[in-house]
């Protein structure tokens, strides 16, 4: 089973702010948090992840808060090409090589 | 640079048969990991390998085995095919596997079909 519970659904305006919230409680001081997305009929693709900072990059930001419990993904201004499954998840290393537990994901639909 | 490279794009197949599905990862990447996706189990990892080495491996029967040869391309095999096994099959590379900055990239995937 998926380690992090995240919202099924979320519509979002275009050129809105989107954030997409995702709670892991059971992560450890180890593991990283990944956000993922997987545009329809596409392979998943790598947003962004953080230990315990907030982190930023060119298609997103992500706020981790402090007990590391919960984290949000933050796409400053939504298109219509954003409409996807997001998936949070935190996997720490070495006994994870290549594995990454997905749950069911997020599907964010952003509208005109 | 070059994304991960999946073939083929779709396959049918029959019942009792086996299939061979191909990765090529980014230049550089030596990890490289399958995915199985379905609709009603969403994304399940199969195993990883790094410098031909299988390093984990997933909850799934032996009918589903791989390799990754010297140049860190990697094959998937399935024999014996059940109807079940009709899925996407997705690969993803990364440059040494699932550590703090070492991402996995996602190919397209193989589309299975198996009737």
């Known amino acids: 089973d998926a380690k992090t519970t995240q919202p099924p659904s979320m519509d979002c305006a275009e050129g809105r702010a989107a954030n997409l919230p995702c709670n892991h409680s059971t992560i450890s001081g180890n593991e990283y948090v990944y956000w993922y997305r997987q545009i329809h009929s596409q392979g998943p693709q790598y947003i962004i992840h953080g230990l315990k900072n907030n982190e930023t990059n060119e298609m997103a930001s992500l706020i981790i808060t402090e007990d590391r419990k919960s984290s949000t993904l933050i796409l400053p201004h939504a298109t219509l090409r954003d409409t996807a499954v997001y998936y949070c998840i935190h996997e720490g290393t070495t006994d994870s090589w290549g594995k990454l537990q997905f749950g069911a994901g997020t599907q964010v639909v952003v509208t005109p | 640079k070059a994304g991960v490279t999946q073939t083929p794009r779709y396959l049918i197949k029959t019942r009792g048969q086996q299939v061979t599905l191909s990765c090529s990862p980014i230049s550089g990447h030596r990890s490289v990991s399958w995915y199985q996706q379905t609709p009603g189990q969403g994304l399940q990892f199969l195993f990883e390998y790094f410098s031909e080495t299988q390093r984990n491996k997933g909850n799934f029967p032996g009918r589903f085995s791989g390799r990754q040869f010297s140049n860190s391309r990697s094959e998937m095999n399935v024999s014996t095919l059940e109807l079940g096994d009709s899925a996407l099959y997705l690969c993803?590379?990364?440059?040494?596997?699932?550590?703090?900055?070492?991402?996995?990239?996602f190919g397209n995937g193989t589309r299975l079909t198996v009737t």
């Open positions: 993803a590379s990364s440059i040494s596997g699932t550590a703090p900055n070492s991402p996995l990239h």
